[in-house]
């Protein structure tokens, strides 16, 4: 069956209160047995978790590598207040690891695309529970999809960034080949793939960051339901995690 990745256009500024599921209903052919990737800025937006940096007193640390490597040190307060912990800082790179648990640049805060100046976007509060509302409200319009809310972050090993899942509901995050034999009789041992991240890759194909189109139909995929499914079992454990 062939595979379909549609950019949901038409979707103006989110603010706090919106419904982001009506609003990509209206604006697209939502189906059941659709996959819907919605970018995590927007979720985050109309869940109110965006910041004045006009209320944000930066600490000396703040000051000081702000100073150092021109950045706004009341951003890089931010980014402190929402990591649990630095990973690692190599020149004016800070990578952090969020209290969802995710390894990323700057615990995911967000100056572009805000909605206003001097305003940045955090991560939402429980990425997952986000997406479960929304598969809710899309079951409640009347489809039965799985949703995925992306986030774009850069990899060990590789330039550049891809989209990847940071909150999901209502499909398995990963398709297993363990146990599995090849055509030449070889047994898998290991290979499982990220299902949720390949998704959300593939939606940012139609999305982008500078095409206002916060989300993505993906459609022909036979995911495998799974109501009780979260991010955790994706999220690697920082005793098998080489680069924490």
């Not at 490597?69 to 004016?92: N, S, T």
């Amino acid at each position: 069956m062939p595979l379909e990745v549609v950019g949901v256009e038409g979707i103006g500024e989110i603010g706090p209160g919106d419904d982001v599921a009506a609003i990509i209903s209206a604006a697209a052919d939502v189906r059941d047995g659709d996959v819907v990737v919605v970018t995590s800025k927007v979720v985050s937006k109309a869940e109110g978790a965006v910041i004045d940096l006009a209320t944000i007193e930066p600490s000396n640390f703040a000051v000081e590598f702000g100073t150092r490597w021109d950045k706004d040190p009341r951003v890089v307060e931010v980014v402190l207040e929402q990591a649990v912990r630095i990973v690692r800082m190599v020149g004016p790179v800070m990578i952090t690891e969020t209290r969802h648990g995710l390894v990323c640049a700057n615990s995911g805060v967000d100056q572009s695309s805000s909605g206003a100046a001097e305003r940045v976007v955090v991560l939402p509060a429980d990425p997952d529970a986000s997406a479960r509302r929304m598969r809710q409200r899309f079951g409640e319009l009347g489809a039965d999809v799985a949703v995925v809310i992306s986030d774009t972050f850069g990899r060990p090993w590789r330039e550049g960034q891809t989209d990847v899942a940071i909150g999901l509901a209502g499909l398995a995050p990963t398709a297993s080949y363990i146990g599995q034999v090849d055509p030449h009789g070889h047994e898998f041992k290991v290979q499982e793939i990220c299902v949720v991240d390949e998704l959300a890759g593939a939606a940012e194909l139609v999305k982008g960051n500078t095409s206002r189109v916060p989300a993505a139909i993906v459609r022909g995929y036979q995911w495998m339901p799974d109501a009780t499914a979260t991010m955790a079992s994706v999220i690697r454990d920082a005793s098998r995690d080489l680069f924490r």
